[in-house]
Antibody, heavy 115, light 107 residues
């Protein structure tokens, strides 16, 4: 069965960077795009961008351009999302998402930005 | 960006009730619409994609319909495990956008 297992919770100071990993199993990793979506506490969902797991090509939401970098390592079926210059408003749960119609979600990674 | 508007934002219903949630897109999205269920502290669970196709393993009490700008999610007979927040999402055009959610509570 398809599984996306994300790295653990992080606490960062404003201005720092965070890198979240998402290890995929149960399907051909390079066959699908991997999206990243975040959800601030008590809020809705915000799409951040995608990475083509085959080619490594990316497309980022305008809001995050210049601050987000999505990469992947096909040898270990893992995608990464790095967000830099963190601010308090970046406190959220970050999800990796893949599959037809966003069918599969990771368990989420809480990133807390606090001084 | 395509705006997704869900209604109602919350509803109270009893076990066994039939529940319908609507989602409206600010422009036509064909059938590129998904529905998710989220319980507190948990990741979303995908229910439906392509407006009306059930994800593998999702019970048939969930159904979706619509095309263009107007969509519905129906739960045919509400059960205790169905009390949750439901979201729609369009994937016709980037950026992907989500509805604000509908919280289904116990009456």
């Amino acid at each position: 069965q398809v599984q996306l297992v994300q790295s653990g919770a992080e606490v960062k100071k404003p201005g720092a960077s965070v890198k979240v990993s998402c290890k995929a199993s149960g399907y051909t990793f390079t066959g699908y795009y991997m999206h990243w979506v975040r959800q601030a506490p008590g809020q809705g969902f915000e799409w951040m961008g995608w990475i083509n797991a085959n080619s490594g090509g990316t497309d980022y939401a305008q809001k995050f351009q210049g601050r987000v970098t999505m990469t992947r390592d096909t040898s270990i079926s893992t995608a990464y999302m790095e967000l830099s210059r963190l601010r308090s408003e970046d406190t959220a749960v970050y999800y990796c998402v893949t599959g037809n119609g966003s069918g599969y979600w990771g368990q989420g990674t809480l990133v807390t930005v606090s001084s | 960006d395509i705006q997704m508007t869900q209604s109602p934002s919350s509803l109270s219903a009893s076990v066994g009730d039939r529940v319908t949630i609507t989602c409206r897109a600010s422009q036509g999205i064909s059938n590129y619409l998904a529905w998710f269920q989220q319980k507190p502290g948990k990741a979303p669970k995908s229910l439906i994609y392509a407006a009306s196709s059930l994800q593998s393993g999702v019970p048939s009490k969930f159904s979706g319909s619509g095309s263009g700008t107007d969509f519905t999610l129906t739960i045919s007979s509400l059960q205790p495990e169905d009390f949750a927040t439901y979201y729609c999402q369009q994937y016709n055009r980037y950026p992907l956008t989500f509805g604000g959610g509908t919280k289904v509570e116990i009456k």
